[in-house]
């Protein structure tokens, strides 16, 4: 996920940043033992800024598996810091669960620290990664960069775009978005970008002694090319963004496809879900709620795209306030997440994709 994106829309919030924001490698983290050897890298609080993926470590008897790597260079070392604590067995491979940056961009320090370590992904992922990662960096980071200027002028003018007086929590909020992202801008453009060496279209199984990991495509779900990585001794499998908790992430997703992927998460014999975005997760509650909430918006969505509206008016008629109420309470930061992550991203997408529409299924994060 792009994360001068999540934090612009973290920055509309009315309420202030977590009191991690803006300290890109000083967030707090948590070594979970999950089985015998199975270990994750858990953010402590999965919103706060900047949002980065968990990271899953598979111990076997003479390598290492990992599984996504991190967005910040600085959480990435962090990442293989806290792996040399726990074995100084060599990391053979790496898998990236789907291509958004929180997932790849650690691949080349991996690669550093370990030479020899090979990259897995889907091949879609491979691709994806390419077009709407590498090849656009520079060119984001430039127009990231540049947008800056649009929050200085509200500080400058006291009001934002809509003309809104901005109060003294609100201008401290500004203030740390934009030091965090000035912060940041310099260190993504520092990168080692690193695509996969092998990659699957449906199921990849490596056997370490007695472990057994699976590795699996089961379907179109948060991006074209979602892996789920299933340990079936320990009953343990990692979700990657096709399950993202508190507020699940919608960009540029297939949302009528997307619950019957989780389906299939569902009925794999795990009992623990490890999500790449919040902390492990030991029944199906939330997976189910999220899958009704993916059902519900096509469902909504179909209705919409039968009229003769425009996508972006037809998307005006669709309200997920219900949804919202459910998945943010009365946290308003949560609600302006789900608003951001799932409302606007979403809708508009799904009822495109109702209609037929054939840029409305391809690979971004619009």
């Known amino acids: 996920m792009n994360a001068l994106r999540l934090l612009a829309i973290a920055l509309l919030a009315p309420l202030a940043f977590a009191a991690s924001a803006g300290r890109v490698s000083n967030k707090d983290y948590d070594i979970v033992t999950l089985a015998d050897g199975v270990h994750g890298f858990v953010w402590r609080d999965p919103s706060a800024q900047v949002i980065e993926g968990n990271a899953l470590f598979i111990v076997n008897e003479r390598d290492v598996i990992v599984v996504d790597t991190g967005l910040m260079p600085a959480s990435t070392l962090r990442m293989i810091e806290e792996l040399r604590k726990l074995t100084p067995k060599p990391v053979s491979m790496v898998v990236n669960t789907h291509w958004h940056d929180d997932h790849v961009n650690g691949n080349g320090l991996y690669r550093d620290a370990y030479p020899g370590v090979l990259v897995v992904a889907h091949a879609n992922t491979r691709q994806d990664q390419m077009e709407q990662v590498i090849a656009p960096r520079q060119a984001n980071l430039d127009k990231g960069e540049a947008g800056l200027a649009r929050y200085d002028t509200w500080l400058e003018k006291g009001v934002d775009d809509t003309g809104k007086a901005i109060d003294e929590a609100r201008r401290k909020r500004i203030v740390e978005f934009l030091a965090t992202a000035r912060a940041e801008i310099p260190l993504l453009r520092s990168v080692k970008d690193s695509p996969a060496d092998i990659t699957l279209d449906s199921k990849l199984v490596v056997e370490r002694g007695d472990r057994r990991i699976e590795i699996l495509h089961l379907g179109l779900g948060n991006t074209r090319g979602d892996l789920v990585v299933f340990l079936p001794k320990e009953r343990i499998v990692a979700t990657g963004d096709l399950l993202v908790y508190p507020i699940p992430f919608m960009f540029g997703s297939y949302y009528d496809t997307w619950p019957e992927t989780l389906e299939k998460v569902a009925a794999l014999p795990a009992d623990t879900l490890f999500l ?9 509650t939330y997976l189910k709620q999220v899958q ?9 969505s179909k209705v919409a795209a039968a009229t003769s509206l425009s996508a972006e008016e037809a998307a005006k008629q669709v309200d997920l306030k219900d949804w919202q109420a459910r998945f943010a309470g009365d946290n308003t930061i949560r609600q302006r997440e789900f608003e951001g992550y799932v409302v606007q991203p979403a809708v508009t997408r799904a009822i495109r994709q109702a209609r037929g529409e054939p840029a409305a299924f391809l690979q971004n994060l619009q």
Do not use: E, N
């Open 276 to 284: 790449m975005h919040g902390a492990p997760q030991k029944d199906r």
């Open 292 to 300: 009704a909430l993916l059902r519900d918006i096509a469902a909504r």
